[in-house]
């Protein structure tokens, strides 16, 4: 690991509100290089934050501190991030209303939800709205078309997309792709048992009900879809911060012999020990709080992070030209494949003839 990355672990464990030791021997700061790392890994805000707990607590020396032009623009940056946020919460109260309104009941994934684990909630980057409706998905999106005239778009495998306020939402009728993978199927079986089985929490948005998932529903969901976005692609760091705060929140609450298991059946459990161990290294997570399943194989956890912070295929996805669109495809399907035997139970050449004729039946997705 580069100084960079060291300031950074340091910087985003003090931010969630963790003990960040600044270490002697760090030296001259490129701090162009550590907001710039920040920024990508989704964690700038939340680096500002410990950035500023370090300064108040006397740990970073003056001379070893951001300039007052790299500050400002940092600061600028969060500020958009601020505001984001709140067009997005915004979006998500005006959704529910109407979901409310009209006899549907609104499961929140990820995002905003996730988002109130962490010390200052507007902090951590919000993107797409996912949410679930108990299966009623077809009818709320009918709805939607003849009400208020929104166009829907279907071309995705496992949920609708439409936009509210300009923000993208994410209506799922399964909580993964099941046309990817054949073992796919059996957890979204679990996942969509979970899903209804277990309390779920609610919370009010400004006068609007809104349910968050379960425990152990949400760790066996958010675990499952980091897997396969680090698999098919890749993920930053936020997703490892997500997972942590998650832990630190509901920790208590999960049935972590049901997700070892189930974790161990679907041949995931080497991943979760690996992000429960780099939970523990370098964001200061209580090992108690990971049900006792933190890995012991630091040179597989180190491989995971690194290839969160310099993927080992770190190509960027060309546009345009259909061919190279594929072959680039190609290509990083068969350098992930390491990530893909950590994750999967499935094997290599399974998953290809699913895949391939999942892209036959939503072509758009091939350029996606």
Same mark, same amino acid.
């Given at each position: 690991?580069?100084?960079?990355?060291?300031?950074?672990?340091?910087?985003?464990?003090?931010?969630?509100?963790?003990?960040?030791?600044?270490?002697?021997?760090?030296?001259?700061?490129?701090?162009?290089?550590?907001?710039?790392?920040?920024?990508?890994?989704?964690?700038?805000?939340?680096?500002?934050?410990?950035?500023?707990?370090?300064?108040?607590?006397?740990?970073?020396?003056?001379?070893?501190?951001?300039?007052?032009?790299?500050?400002?623009?940092?600061?600028?940056? &969060?500020?958009?991030?601020?505001?984001?946020?709140?067009?997005?919460?915004?979006?998500?109260?005006?959704?529910?209303?109407?979901?409310?309104?009209?006899?549907?009941?609104?499961?929140?994934?990820?995002?905003?939800?996730?988002?109130?684990?962490?010390?200052?909630?507007?902090?951590?980057?919000?993107?797409? &709205?996912?949410?679930?409706?108990?299966?009623?998905?077809?009818?709320?999106?009918?709805?939607?078309?003849?009400?208020?005239?929104?166009?829907?778009?279907?071309? =995705?495998?496992?949920?609708?997309?439409?936009?509210?306020?300009?923000?993208?939402?994410?209506?799922?009728?399964?909580? &993964?792709?099941?046309?990817?993978?054949?073992?796919?199927?059996?957890?979204?079986?679990?996942?969509?048992?979970?899903?209804?089985?277990?309390?779920? =929490?609610?919370?009010?948005?400004?006068?609007?009900?809104?349910?968050?998932?379960?425990?152990?529903?949400?760790?066996?969901?958010?675990?499952?879809?980091?897997?396969?976005?680090?698999?098919?692609?890749?993920?930053?760091?936020?997703? &490892?911060?997500?997972?942590?705060?998650?832990?630190?929140?509901?920790?208590?609450?999960?049935?972590?012999?049901?997700?070892?298991?189930?974790?161990?059946?679907?041949?995931?459990?080497?991943?979760?020990?690996?992000?429960?161990?780099?939970?523990?290294?370098?964001?200061?997570?209580?090992?108690?709080?990971?049900?006792?399943?933190?890995?012991?194989?630091?040179?597989?956890?180190?491989?995971?992070?690194?290839?969160?912070?310099?993927?080992?295929?770190?190509?960027?996805?060309?546009?345009?030209?259909?061919?190279?669109?594929?072959?680039?495809?190609?290509?990083?399907?068969?350098?992930?494949?390491?990530?893909?035997?950590?994750?999967?139970?499935?094997?290599?050449?399974?998953?290809?003839?699913?895949?391939?004729?999942?892209?036959?039946?939503?072509?758009?997705?091939?350029?996606?």
């Amino acid at each position: 690991m580069s100084n960079t990355h060291e300031i950074l672990f340091c910087l985003t464990r003090a931010g969630l509100g963790g003990v960040g030791e600044w270490s002697s021997g760090i030296g001259k700061v490129e701090w162009a290089e550590v907001i710039k790392l920040a920024a990508v890994q989704g964690v700038l805000a939340i680096a500002w934050d410990g950035l500023q707990k370090l300064i108040a607590e006397g740990k970073i020396p003056a001379e070893q501190q951001p300039s007052r032009d790299q500050m400002l623009r940092w600061l600028a940056n &969060i500020d958009s991030i601020e505001k984001s946020y709140a067009r997005q919460k915004a979006a998500i109260r005006k959704l529910a209303s109407f979901y409310d309104r009209n006899g549907f009941r609104m499961m929140l994934l990820k995002g905003y939800g996730l988002s109130l684990c962490y010390p200052t909630p507007e902090h951590r980057p919000c993107g797409d &709205i996912d949410i679930w409706l108990y299966g009623r998905q077809q009818e709320a999106d009918a709805l939607l078309r003849e009400k208020h005239g929104v166009k829907i778009d279907e071309d =995705k495998h496992h949920h609708t997309t439409f936009t509210v306020n300009g923000i993208l939402v994410e209506n799922h009728y399964d909580f &993964i792709n099941v046309h990817s993978h054949a073992s796919n199927v059996e957890i979204e079986r679990e996942l969509k048992r979970l899903a209804v089985a277990s309390e779920s =929490k609610q919370i009010d948005v400004e006068g609007t009900p809104i349910t968050l998932p379960a425990p152990d529903f949400n760790a066996l969901f958010l675990l499952k879809h980091m897997a396969a976005h680090f698999a098919a692609i890749e993920i930053g760091f936020r997703h &490892i911060c997500d997972w942590a705060v998650f832990v630190r929140a509901y920790g208590d609450k999960v049935d972590w012999d049901l997700l070892k298991t189930t974790a161990t059946q679907f041949n995931m459990h080497r991943f979760l020990g690996a992000v429960n161990r780099i939970c523990v290294d370098r964001l200061g997570i209580d090992e108690s709080m990971c049900g006792g399943f933190v890995g012991e194989d630091r040179a597989l956890a180190e491989r995971i992070l690194n290839d969160i912070l310099v993927p080992e295929f770190g190509e960027q996805q060309p546009k345009g030209n259909p061919v190279k669109v594929v072959w680039f495809k190609w290509r990083r399907w068969w350098a992930n494949r390491w990530k893909h035997r950590l994750v999967y139970r499935d094997s290599l050449g399974a998953t290809f003839v699913h895949q391939v004729i999942a892209h036959l039946r939503k072509p758009k997705s091939i350029w996606g």
